[in-house]
Structures are given as C-alpha cells and as structure tokens.
C-alpha cells in the first residue's frame, strides 16, 4: 500500500497510540490488537471501504508488510467476510511481479486480516493529481504493465470489479502494481460466478464501472477492461470520461452515454492509441477488446509503429470510436488548464527527441557514439494558421528550423513559443551545438514571472558547463534549480540527475553540494 508520495517508510513513535478517524463506524487502532498473529502493527497507513491498512513487521523474516485488517462494523456480517477471504485466495493464486502479492490470511482475537507486500510509493490518482498527465512514453509504461496484470487475472479466471486509479500502484522504481481484490469474483474451471453481491446492490466505484456492472449482470474479465479503459481515459485527459453529482448519475452515463473523444481533448495523441482507449470502452461487449492480450498486442503494434501511427485496433468486432477533432488550436487550449497543457506541449519530446529518458540522456557523460537525432533541414518551413498547428508540425519533423520558426512566427503566443524554446534548446544540446544551446537556455532563464522557465534554462546551462568541464559553475547554476526542481518534466529531470552525479564525481571535496544538498534526496535508482 503508498505512503503519500515520496514519504519513506518509518515507525510510528507510538506504535500503540490511536490515529485520527473519519468515522464514528471505523475501527480505532486501539481497537485492534498491536500484534495479529506473527505481524506486528506499526502505524495505519490508510482505509478502504471495508477494511483498515496498517504498516506491519512480519516478526519471524523482519519485513515491513501491509496488513489489511477488515473494519468492525463487518465482523458480524457473514457475507463481508467471506468476501474479505475471497480476495486473498484469488489474489494470493497470482504470482505476478504486476500485482500486489498476498502472503497469507488470518484471524487473531476476533480480527480478520490479509498480510500483502509492501509497496513503497503512491497510487495512480495521486501521481496524475501531482503531475498531471504524463508523458507519453509513461502512459504507454503504466497500460502495459497493468494490461499484463489483467491477463494474468483474466487467465486464472479472476475478475477484479474494482480497476481504478486508486487501486494501481506506482513504486518508486516505476513498477506499475494493481492492488486490491477485495471485490474479485472467483470463477473455477468455468463455473459460475462465486456471487457475494448482495442482492440489489452493486459492487464497485460508479467513476470506473463497466455498463453490464451498472446493471447488475454477469461479470467476465471484459468488465476490467472496460474500467481499465476508463482509468486510461483518466490517465490521457486527466479527468474521468463521466462525471455526475450522484454515484447514480455517474453510473447512467456509463451505460447510455459516449465520452467524449480522446482526440478532440487530446489532437496530439498518437490515433491508434486513442482508437485503443475508446474500444476498451465499447458498451457492447462484442465491440470491447476481449481479452486483456489483445489489448497488449496493440499497445505493442502502438511501440513499433510510432507516434504517427493511425491503423485501426485489432481483435474482436471494429470500434466504435469518436471521430477526431479537426480544429486543433481551439480545441487543444480551450479543453486543457494551464498545467496540463504544458503537459499537452512537452510530453511528445521524449519520443520524438530521446527514445527513452534514460538512454537519451546519455549525451556527455559517457564515451560512446552521441544519439543520432535529424539535423537542421534547409527547406522552408511551411507556415501554419495557428501557433498549436505549427507547434504540432514541429513535434512531427523535429528540427531545430521547425522551431525556430514557431518563435519567430507567433512571437505574440507566449506560451507556445516558450515551449518551442524549450525544445529547440534540448535539440541543439543533443546534437552537440553547445553554443546555441547555451544561448536558447540563456534565454529561458531570464523569462520574466515564469520560475519554472528559469529553472529550465538554468538546468540546461548547467549541464552545457559540465559537458565543459566547469563543474563548479554547473553547481552554482544548479542550487538556482532546487526549489523548482519536482516542477520540472521528466526528461530535465534525468538531465539535472546526470549533471549532479558528474559534478560529484569531479568535487569530491565539496560532496556537501550533491544529492542531499540540492534536492533534499538521493536520486531514483533503475
């Protein structure tokens, strides 16, 4: 289970004392007994709907777990219980390094509990709320590792009910983990459904939930991925495809409305993607992906054939997906706020420009072969109607021309043209075009009002002086990189990280200005 984000694990002063609750129902950790068979209790670390999450030491192999103890008010109810127990025997039957492990299921002193690994780090809702959307390549990492997951669920005949953000966890190595099974619906050797619905009652979060789940009907794998696709949606737009002021009304909209389309949100993203999206969220079942490795075959074709790619998804009947939107500067602006829609202008980059954070990023800090990347083309550049038309036709050639000629054009579009700076920046520096490089960062870091954008340009002077090999200048710009520094996108991130680990390395007297001194932290480690 997460701490909240970027918070370690640590022992409560008093492991005993009670934590505030939000409910006169809830269990007090008083309540609970300090020590459930061999698991000793730290601290809670959260609740769900049914049950208290505690921090707990396995005693006997000295391991921090997370113990799912079920709340009070279900002890005396038959049915919770047996649900409570279903979801470790269906989640302890996975072996997969994509879910969450179960280590085993007990009951002390009246207590039920589930004893599960421990994950480090934050779920998928508090990522998006912290960063918004991410970048391509990290959406592509998150649906791929979750897609895995549900195929191993969907193999072993095991439906979840309950895909949400809330229930896909990110560690702080960017493993992609689903969590929970306490709603699962166990199905042996094509039996029929284990049901522990009561009746007239429906199970799950109406945010998330699959039409034929609304209604009450029989459930197969194809209803996780009907709720992955709303999570995905999510995870694109940052909002969910439905929104209501009731449950009831959230629930409606999933099985008589359309959401509306990726592509119109979202012109940037790769069609096919969206065309992925919108088929996981086909109301008819025969319409919907139906199995989870359909979905990965075409999230792997989305791998090879790039960010242009446009062909239509494969396995089962033909989407029905949205049409795009044709009018991209409106379109793109009016439906983004202003965080994400830097998202929406600077997520392509690592894609088009490195490949992969890591391995693009290897520029001066290595002795290998620089990363091959297009140079300046001499062609005129053809002009656009709007600043986000050009932007985009940039995105797509990636050359320092196309840029350029973004700024020059819509000096006026001050967002865009910043941007485009920004890119034309890392595209000089990748290409060993030091001084204008170091000219175009020179430039962001006087922007006026914008912290964020001067500590870009400070990032990108910084490492421009360490590839020089005046690491202390590199250091001196860096400590002005600190405050802003978690603002920063991904890519700049690793750029500072690297330009860190080298100055370190060169000043080892001074290792006082390294990790701990300018980020308060060590960097990640792969």
């Keep these: 289970m997460a701490d909240r984000p970027g918070e370690p694990a640590r022992p409560a002063k008093n492991p005993s004392a009670s934590a505030p609750v939000d409910s006169a ?6 309540e609970v007994p300090q020590l459930l068979g061999e698991f000793r209790l730290i ?20 391991r921090n777990v997370a113990v799912k103890v079920l709340r009070a008010e279900y002890l005396a109810d038959a049915v919770q219980i047996k649900r409570f127990e279903t979801e470790a025997k269906a989640a302890a039957g996975l072996n997969h390094a994509n879910i969450v492990g179960v280590y085993t299921i007990g009951s002390d ?28 390549n990290v959406v592509l990492h998150i649906m791929r590792q979750v897609a895995a997951a549900l195929q191993a669920a969907g193999e072993a005949g095991i439906v979840h009910r309950d895909i949400k953000p809330e229930n896909i966890m990110i560690t702080r190595k960017g493993d992609v983990k689903v969590a929970d099974f ?9 039996a029929e459904p284990l049901n522990l619905t009561r009746e007239n009652t429906t199970v799950g979060t109406p945010l998330y939930m699959s039409p034929e789940q609304v209604n009450g009907q029989k459930l197969d794998s194809r209803s996780d991925i009907y709720s992955f696709g709303v999570t995905c949606y999510y995870l694109l737009a940052g909002r969910p495809p439905f929104r209501g002021e009731t449950a009831l009304s959230v629930a409606i909209q999933h099985v008589k409305n359309e959401p509306e389309a990726l592509s119109s949100l979202r012109p940037e993203l790769p069609p096919l993607l969206c065309k992925i999206v919108h088929k996981m969220l086909a109301k008819p079942l025969g319409e919907r992906y139906q199995s989870a490795q359909e979905v990965l075959k075409d999230l792997k074709r989305l791998k090879q054939e790039g960010s242009n790619a446009q062909s239509e998804p494969t ?42 954070v890591g391995a693009g990023l290897g520029w001066a800090f290595r002795t290998p072969d620089p990363l091959k990347l297009p140079v300046t083309r001499q062609a005129n550049v053809p002009p656009k109607d709007t600043a986000t038309e050009q932007f985009l036709y940039a995105m797509e050639v990636n050359t320092t021309a196309a840029w350029q000629a973004v700024i020059d054009r819509f000096p006026n ?24 490089a170091q000219a175009e960062f020179a430039t962001l870091s006087r922007v006026p009002a914008d912290p964020v954008a001067k500590a870009f340009g400070a990032a990108g002077e910084a490492a421009i002086f360490t590839v020089r090999k005046d690491y202390r200048r590199s250091q001196e710009l860096l400590t002005k990189v600190k405050p802003h520094f978690e603002r920063l996108d991904s890519r700049m991130q690793e750029v500072v990280r690297k330009t860190l680990t080298v100055n370190q390395a060169q000043l080892q007297n001074e290792a006082e200005k390294g990790w701990e001194k300018i980020l308060g932290k060590p960097p990640e480690t792969d």
């Design 43 to 62: 601290r809670r670390l959260g609740r769900g709907g049914m049950a208290e999450v505690f921090l707990a030491e396995q005693v006997s192999l000295k």
């Design 315 to 356: 396995g089962g009947s033909p989407a029905k997906t949205a049409a795009r939107g044709s009018n991209l500067g409106p379109v793109l602006w009016k439906s983004l706020d202003g965080s994400l829609r830097r998202h929406a202008l600077t997520f392509f980059l690592s894609v088009l420009l490195f490949g992969s």
């Design 413 to 436: 579009e001050r967002l865009v043209a910043q941007r485009a700076r920004e890119k034309l920046a890392l595209l000089y520096f990748v290409q060993r075009r030091y001084d204008e």
């Design 109 to 136: 002193s009246g207590v039920n509990y589930i004893a599960q690994e421990y994950v480090q780090g934050q779920n998928l809702k508090e990522f998006v709320q912290r960063k918004g959307p991410p970048e391509l």
């Design 25 to 30: 129902h809830a269990q007090t950790e008083d």
């Design 182 to 190: 306490g709603l699962a619906q166990l199905t042996q050797g094509g």
